[in-house]
């Protein structure tokens, strides 16, 4: 029996964590893509959950998207369902999202609140948290209204974009991003506004699409009725990851203007002012940024089979008092939403591939880096979890 097929026979006969710690432990020189059983298995969605998304940070969307008082949005982090609230002092507060009178969840989707009003029985919240109101309990003598308080949960700012996390002991985001705030500084990205925000489920493992943003191998081929034919590999750059993100590099065209630095941006120069970024943050907010305009995805596992998807972009302010800006990226947002159809299609089709019997990872191209250093930091986590 060849070496490979053994070696192949042997991890099927491993538990996902084994299988992935084999694979991880290959140099990137002869690495192949991770098992089946790290994207099919409900054990590994399961230890997901717990090594993973109740312990690092998870990115809701932008601050400018919530910019008001009363602005919400709601997400369901491992299993906890949450809000992200802008309070009537101009704070983002993370709260939890259920009552705590019968645990009705409080809040759903994404919009505006003047209050936090359960659905179930109208014990009513003020933005802060903190109970106003609750009917028909002045005859229950232990009854404090004063007591009452939604549980905090972490949140934090950076340059724009809003996380949460569950883990009081997680290192604060800036620190853990110092080098990404580094690498980008002359795009600015605090100053770049949200102008859409979409939600989906697809059928397919939150790993598969964080891969498939990962490289750019793919897109002459997923993508050639769009982008595909602008994609040159050769202008492709993979450079190592970090501890907390991965990246690669692409030299956008010059005919799409609103992908390139504007002139009034003097922080850039040369290839800086068309290079765009794909940062990966782990575990999972994925962001295209050019020096003009940005789209990001923030997934949240939904068991092994389905992603939750928080799809969200805008542009640079350089670009706001341009007055073709606007029709250009309405442009724009319409080429994103044909790309995203054929993501989803090949997204769907790895993860059916995935599911089946004789499915089995082939060896990565150089353009893959980042998959290679995304399988490094999950069996670290995971590592650190099950020690």
Same mark, same amino acid.
């Given at each position: 029996?060849?070496?490979?097929?053994?070696?192949?026979?042997?991890?099927?006969?491993?538990?996902?964590?084994?299988?992935?710690?084999?694979?991880?432990?290959?140099?990137?020189?002869?690495?192949?893509?991770?098992?089946?059983?790290?994207?099919?298995?409900?054990?590994?969605?399961?230890?997901?959950?717990?090594?993973?998304?109740?312990?690092?940070?998870?990115?809701?969307?932008?601050?400018?998207?919530?910019?008001?008082?009363?602005?919400?949005?709601?997400?369901?982090?491992?299993?906890?369902?949450?809000?992200?609230?802008?309070?009537?002092?101009?704070?983002?507060?993370?709260?939890?999202?259920?009552?705590?009178?019968?645990?009705?969840?409080?809040?759903?989707?994404?919009?505006?609140?003047?209050?936090?009003?359960?659905?179930?029985?109208?014990? @009513?919240?003020?933005? &802060?948290?903190? =109970? *106003?109101? +609750?009917? !028909?309990?002045?005859? $229950?003598?232990?009854?404090?209204? /004063?007591?009452?308080?939604?549980?905090?949960?972490?949140?934090?700012?950076?340059?724009?974009?809003?996380?949460?996390?569950?883990?009081?002991?997680?290192?604060?985001?800036?620190?853990?991003?110092?080098?990404?705030?580094?690498?980008?500084?002359?795009?600015?990205?605090?100053?770049?506004?949200?102008?859409?925000?979409?939600?989906?489920?697809?059928?397919?493992?939150?790993?598969?699409?964080?891969?498939?943003?990962?490289?750019?191998?793919?897109?002459?081929?997923?993508?050639?009725?769009?982008?595909?034919?602008?994609?040159?590999?050769?202008?492709?750059?993979?450079?190592?990851?970090?501890?907390?993100?991965?990246?690669? @590099?692409?030299?956008? &065209?010059?005919? =799409? *203007?609103? +992908?390139? !630095?504007?002139?009034? $941006?003097?922080?850039?120069?040369? /290839?800086?002012?068309?290079?765009?970024?794909?940062?990966?943050?782990?575990?999972?907010?994925?962001?295209?940024?050019?020096?003009?305009?940005?789209?990001?995805?923030?997934?949240?596992?939904?068991?092994?089979?389905?992603?939750?998807?928080?799809?969200?972009?805008?542009?640079?302010?350089?670009?706001?008092?341009?007055?073709?800006?606007?029709?250009?990226?309405?442009?724009?947002?319409?080429?994103?939403?044909?790309?995203?159809?054929?993501?989803?299609?090949?997204?769907?089709?790895?993860?059916?591939?995935?599911?089946?019997?004789?499915?089995?990872?082939?060896?990565?191209?150089?353009?893959?880096?980042?998959?290679?250093?995304?399988?490094?930091?999950?069996?670290?986590?995971?590592?650190?979890?099950?020690?």
């Amino acid at each position: 029996t060849p070496p490979e097929k053994r070696q192949a026979m042997a991890n099927k006969s491993l538990n996902p964590v084994d299988a992935l710690r084999a694979n991880a432990a290959q140099p990137f020189e002869s690495a192949r893509a991770m098992p089946p059983e790290v994207y099919t298995t409900q054990e590994f969605a399961d230890l997901e959950l717990e090594s993973i998304f109740a312990k690092d940070w998870f990115c809701v969307g932008r601050a400018d998207g919530l910019a008001n008082a009363g602005d919400y949005t709601t997400c369901e982090l491992a299993g906890q369902p949450v809000l992200v609230m802008r309070d009537g002092q101009g704070t983002l507060r993370g709260l939890s999202n259920v009552c705590l009178h019968r645990m009705s969840t409080l809040l759903h989707g994404r919009g505006n609140a003047r209050s936090i009003v359960c659905p179930y029985h109208a014990w @009513t919240y003020n933005l &802060d948290g903190s =109970l *106003r109101g +609750a009917p !028909a309990m002045s005859l $229950n003598e232990g009854f404090c209204k /004063d007591q009452y308080k939604l549980p905090k949960v972490r949140c934090e700012e950076w340059l724009g974009w809003v996380f949460i996390t569950l883990n009081e002991d997680a290192p604060a985001v800036a620190e853990q991003l110092g080098e990404v705030e580094e690498m980008i500084a002359g795009y600015d990205m605090t100053n770049y506004t949200e102008v859409f925000y979409e939600e989906h489920v697809w059928d397919t493992n939150w790993k598969v699409l964080a891969e498939n943003f990962m490289e750019s191998y793919h897109l002459p081929v997923c993508h050639a009725g769009t982008i595909g034919g602008l994609s040159k590999l050769e202008d492709m750059v993979c450079p190592p990851g970090l501890t907390a993100f991965n990246y690669h @590099t692409i030299l956008k &065209d010059e005919t =799409l *203007r609103i +992908a390139m !630095a504007h002139d009034t $941006n003097t922080r850039l120069r040369g /290839d800086e002012r068309r290079t765009t970024f794909l940062l990966a943050i782990y575990p999972s907010l994925l962001i295209t940024l050019t020096p003009g305009y940005f789209w990001y995805l923030s997934l949240h596992p939904k068991g092994p089979g389905q992603v939750h998807i928080r799809f969200g972009g805008g542009m640079s302010d350089d670009y706001s008092e341009d007055a073709d800006a606007s029709q250009n990226f309405t442009d724009l947002k319409a080429l994103l939403d044909d790309v995203n159809i054929e993501d989803r299609d090949c997204t769907e089709k790895v993860f059916n591939g995935l599911s089946s019997g004789l499915a089995k990872p082939g060896h990565l191209s150089h353009l893959e880096r980042p998959n290679y250093d995304f399988a490094q930091y999950l069996m670290a986590k995971v590592d650190q979890h099950t020690r």
